[in-house]
């Protein structure tokens, strides 16, 4: 078998779902006359694969990242027709780490693509912003408020403060949200008694997680009438 790093699938082409895109190899095999064969019906049993990682620091932390080496976990590309290309954790005993050669090491079933992604991803919420702002209820009618996860939350919740810290409004979805993907929730200018709010700025604050020690990130709007 043979590490392929030059796979026929770029960003253009599949969501990497957090799986760092220069770990990802096709591992395929080939016999002596460079055909490349069907692994399902050219052998039974395990196979051990590797798959290097970059760290020149000798930190433990994958360089150009905040992954610690101990949280990487070994993921398949999942192939169910052109557009369905989904990541899955391979199942079995835990890869092993040789922090010599700067590889990860795992045993599987049959050949694929893999690639490494972190299972214990750093949770935050990123680019936080909405549109439109400044924001008129009345002639407008919703302000969009989009942001990027760094984590998996069940719950996120946007409160809406006035510049003095008092709650106007809550809003909240209970959709469960995947790692690194871009949210969007709206506002429609109105306090928790659905009255339009006054002119004037206000703050919010984005909330993940079902209580306030969740990741947060805050912002600033202005509503005008």
Request: proline share 3%; glycine share 8%; aromatic share 12%.
């Amino acid at each position: 078998w043979e590490g392929d790093r030059d796979i026929p699938l770029t960003k253009n082409h599949i969501q990497w779902q957090g799986v760092l895109a220069d770990s990802v190899r096709q591992f395929i095999i080939r016999d002596r006359f460079d055909n490349i064969l069907n692994s399902s019906s050219s052998f039974n049993g395990s196979i051990a694969v590797s798959i290097p990682y970059w760290d020149d620091g000798n930190d433990d932390v994958i360089d150009g990242t905040n992954i610690n080496v101990n949280s990487i976990g070994v993921y398949r590309l999942d192939t169910v027709g052109y557009e369905a290309y989904s990541w899955n954790e391979v199942e079995g005993d835990d890869p092993v780490i040789n922090r010599t050669n700067k590889t990860v090491n795992f045993v599987v079933e049959h050949l694929s693509i893999y690639g490494l992604k972190s299972i214990d991803p750093i949770r935050g919420i990123e680019y936080a912003n909405n549109y439109p702002n400044p924001f008129n209820p009345e002639r407008d009618g919703r302000t969009y408020f989009m942001f990027y996860l760094d984590s998996i939350e069940e719950v996120i919740t946007i409160n809406i403060h006035t510049v003095s810290g008092r709650l106007i409004k809550s809003i909240k979805t209970e959709k469960s949200t995947g790692f690194g993907e871009n949210q969007e929730l709206s506002w429609d200018g109105t306090d928790e008694d659905d009255n339009i709010v006054s002119s004037g700025v206000y703050y919010y604050k984005i909330i993940g997680g079902r209580n306030s020690d969740g990741v947060q990130k805050t912002g600033k709007l202005v509503v005008i009438r």
